[in-house]
């Protein structure tokens, strides 16, 4: 073998001892901050709406992170401006993206002309958003926004695992979701888009975990996310036509209208659902969580109690 390739296969070796080596939480740490500064590169210069998406949904997913360590580790607040400053950026870009895609599946020959208005509307305001997210990226890397990230990193690698971090995170979205059905138990249209901000943020927290309880509340709390989402985009396509279109009478507002009505009473249906089969789940877990500790009482304790008690 030529001598070239032996620094490569001795870098690929420490690579697979360092990792065998590192804690999983430690790993998905890493490799969570690695994707933020990856999808920051990425949207300073001509993002794909693909890369937009990204740069949100992984900063929610540190914000949480760091939410979930604040009581035992000092948080950066210099960091998390940038980042809300980034994630709010993308988030009038995503918005975008997505209503032209809820447009362009819009299949009605009457409603062609208004159709090519408001997809016109909607590109340019779109290339103005890039821009200033964009830029925004540009002026925060400049400000030292890796360098906080990496300083960040380093340090949450280096702390000690805190009494959250001790319990299993699924158990704590799920308790979180219990609450959030109870005091949201009836939802509407005023509501519903903010149901599924704060199961977004339960569901953030239960991707930490990487039990079967977590895979199964992830994906229950991503079934109400998608649903709902779908519901809120046509909300916000239908809003920008309203204001983008003069005739209030016109086939495609109407057809707007009728989906988004639509997709409020698919979501509503999935939300009964997957809430139920979220409430079950914490009940099991609860039930197993108990059966747990009568196991672990010792023995000796269990028989004096059997004793008192005859």
């Known amino acids: 073998m030529p001598f070239a390739f032996w620094p490569l296969l001795r870098y690929l070796a420490e690579a697979v001892i360092r990792n065998s080596l590192t804690p999983a939480r430690d790993r998905r740490t890493s490799a969570l901050f690695q ?3 990856r999808m920051i ?29 604040e009581k035992s580790f000092h948080v950066d607040h210099k960091l998390l401006k940038q980042l809300a400053r980034l994630r709010r950026r993308a988030g009038k870009v995503r918005d975008l ?9 819009i299949r009605l020959e ?34 030292g926004l890796l360098a906080r990230i990496r300083r960040t990193v380093s340090a949450l690698l280096l702390q000690p695992q805190p009494a959250i971090l001790q319990k299993d995170f699924a158990a704590v979205a799920l308790d979180d979701f219990a609450k959030l059905a109870r005091t949201q138990a009836t939802l509407d249209e005023g509501n519903l888009h903010g149901f599924r901000m704060a199961c977004k943020r339960v569901r953030y927290l239960a991707e930490m975990s990487e039990t079967l309880v977590a895979h199964r509340a992830v994906a229950a709390l991503k079934r109400i996310q998608d649903a ?18 003069p005739n209030p009478h016109s086939p495609l507002l109407a057809a707007l209208r009728t989906r988004r009505r639509s997709k ?16 079950e789940l914490r009940r099991e ?18 028989s004096r109690a059997s004793t008192a008690a005859g």
Not at 97 to 105: F, G, H, S, T
Not at 228 to 245: K, P, Y
């Open 285 to 302: 877990v609860r039930r197993a969580r108990r059966a747990e500790a009568a196991n672990a009482t010792p023995v000796a304790v269990r």
């Open 35 to 37: 994707k933020l500064r």
């Open 228 to 245: 709902i989402g779908e519901w809120h985009d046509r909300v916000t396509l239908t809003e920008t036509a309203e204001a983008v279109l």
């Open 264 to 279: 409020f009473i698919h979501a509503l249906r999935i939300v009964a659902e997957a809430r139920r089969a979220l409430l």
């Open 97 to 105: 993206d997505v209503q032209i895609v809820a447009l362009r599946e």
């Open 110 to 143: 009457a409603a062609g002309v208004d159709k090519v208005c408001v997809l016109r509307h909607l590109q340019k305001v779109h290339k103005k958003r890039t821009k200033r997210l964009v830029a925004a990226a540009i002026e925060e890397l400049a400000d």
């Open 41 to 69: 590169r990425r949207v300073s210069s001509e993002p794909a709406a693909e890369d937009v998406h990204q740069l949100r949904t992984t900063v929610r997913r540190v914000e949480t992170l760091l939410a979930a360590r």
